[in-house]
């Protein structure tokens, strides 16, 4: 055996009374998981009952509450070494459910609803006749009591019009964990922010929904095909930078699911004009110039476009921040691959994640300088807080004078006083150098060349025993705000 795609034992419990179809159900169920790769146990009461062969365990209450103990204790032996355990079984007693509550890792339990006159009817085993008949007693709904759940957390009704097992199973895993039966996988729409880390997500996420037949539509330039292919019956992911409103007629239905990238807008900003200068698509102009005429006007409206995305606020949408992920991106990948309803096991998400790391493409460490690669994907340096190393004090006022709110709005400043504080810290950095002479030689050079030329023209109104005398009067000032 070996552990589920997310390496997290769970227990998932199935109870009801004999002939509620609770061993097909699990049955079904344990099928949908293998198919995708993981193997389940399921621990069947009759089953139990039979392999532990304890003659002294009978089917009286004592009896069936120890046996239900008995599978208690086995789901919570193979649950807690990262197991999905499937326990069909009566065990229809408060105090196993309570206990399974507390002990059980990743406890889901489900009551599988059938009436009374349904069951009697079916007796497939023959067990509620025989026991109108007298032949056998402690039969539970005859002349045994039981204790429904109290509070399941999920109730299967398997009273006609019957529903195949299949889909009672799917109807049990998608409430349980999430996930879709495999024909009906979910389109995936992967949005992000210019330069705000899809590098760290987009290919490993593309590797793993590969495996599972995904068409793919991995450059933003070709979102105009979206609507189209997913006419085509299969599932879809799309990495994409297009405002919200191109999604307008998917954002509401139940089978895409849509993913939110965003970073701080100020170290997009800063990752944007480094690739244009790397580029040598500048024109000569200086780094806090390309800043300033960026911010000026309105920097392609991206942080507005951005700020919609983020708005949503609805089950099939996920929002990510590039300061949260980076911090453990395997458990990120893990968590996307259980809403998209598509578990992958750790030990292929660790591997994914160092063959796209930032270290494994760049050959060195995040933070460190060196060249953007840039490629289908863009690496720079992969930190966060990089805009303090580059803004100055003016072009930060006039980011927060521009785009504050966004900071503000998407939990990155609480205030509006960083850009004032950076100002300060420019200050405080700027060396002081003191007077070593070097601008009092450059004064009297001047003033000789300045002689020299009026001497050849016409009289000068440079006075230079003025100028230096002013020189010493006041100390020269440079503004870096």
Not at 168 to 184: D, K, V
Not at 436 to 446: E, V, Y
Request: glycine share 6%; net charge negative; charged share 25%.
């Amino acid at each position: 055996m070996t552990e589920n795609l997310n390496n997290e034992g769970r227990v998932l419990w199935i109870t009801g009374l004999s002939g509620s179809g609770k061993s097909t159900i699990a049955a079904a169920a344990a099928g949908q998981l293998r198919a995708r790769g993981e193997r389940p146990v399921v621990l069947d009461g009759d089953a139990v009952r039979a392999a532990i062969a304890d003659s002294k365990t009978g089917h009286d209450v004592t009896s069936r509450l120890a046996n239900a103990y008995r599978i208690s204790r086995l789901a919570q032996l193979l649950a807690e070494q990262g197991q999905t355990v499937i326990v069909p079984t009566m065990s229809l007693f408060h105090e196993i459910h309570e206990w399974n509550r507390a002990h059980l890792p990743n406890y889901f339990e489900t009551w599988v609803d059938v009436d009374w006159a349904e069951l009697c009817q079916r007796d497939a085993r023959g067990l509620y006749g025989r026991a109108a008949r007298g032949e056998v007693k402690n039969v539970a709904g005859f002349d045994l009591e039981y204790d429904r759940p109290a509070q399941p957390d999920l109730v299967l009704n398997n009273n006609p019009p019957l529903r195949s097992a299949t889909e009672l199973a799917n109807e049990l895993l998608r409430s349980a964990l999430g996930l879709h039966p495999l024909s009906q996988r979910p389109h995936v729409v992967f949005y992000n922010l210019p330069n705000s880390g899809a590098s760290a997500l987009v290919p490993i996420l593309e590797e793993l929904l590969e495996t599972q037949a995904y068409a793919k539509l991995s450059s933003p330039d070709e979102t105009h095909r979206f609507s189209s292919m997913l006419k085509s019956g299969d599932p879809v992911f799309h990495w994409t930078h297009h405002p919200l409103e191109t999604f307008a007629a998917e954002l509401d239905r139940e089978d895409v699911r849509f993913i939110c990238l965003t970073r701080d807008p100020r170290d997009v900003l800063v990752s944007y004009i480094k690739d244009i200068i790397q580029a040598g698509s500048h024109e000569g102009k200086p780094e806090h110039q390309l800043f300033q005429e960026a911010i000026r006007s309105g920097f392609n409206q991206w942080f507005e476009q951005a700020h919609a995305w983020r708005a949503l606020e609805q089950p099939n949408v996920f929002q990510l921040d590039f300061t949260a992920i980076k911090t453990d991106i395997p458990a990120t990948v893990r968590q996307l691959m259980d809403f998209i309803g598509i578990p992958a096991s750790s030990a292929t998400v660790s591997a994914l994640c160092q063959k796209h790391s930032f270290e494994q493409i760049t050959g060195r460490a995040r933070g460190e300088n060196g060249h953007t690669l840039r490629g289908q994907f863009m690496y720079r340096k992969g930190i966060t807080g990089d805009w303090a190393n580059h803004f100055d004090g003016q072009t930060a006022r006039l980011f927060q004078r521009r785009f504050g709110r966004y900071l503000r709005a998407w939990g990155h400043e609480p205030t509006d006083q960083w850009a004032e504080t950076h100002v300060q810290r420019c200050r405080d950095e700027r060396p002081s150098t003191p007077f070593d002479g070097t601008l009092f030689a450059s004064m009297l050079q001047l003033e000789q060349m300045t002689v020299r030329i009026n001497g050849l023209t016409a009289p000068t109104r440079f006075n230079p025993d003025q100028q230096i005398k002013n020189l010493f009067q006041s100390k020269p000032r440079i503004d870096l705000n």
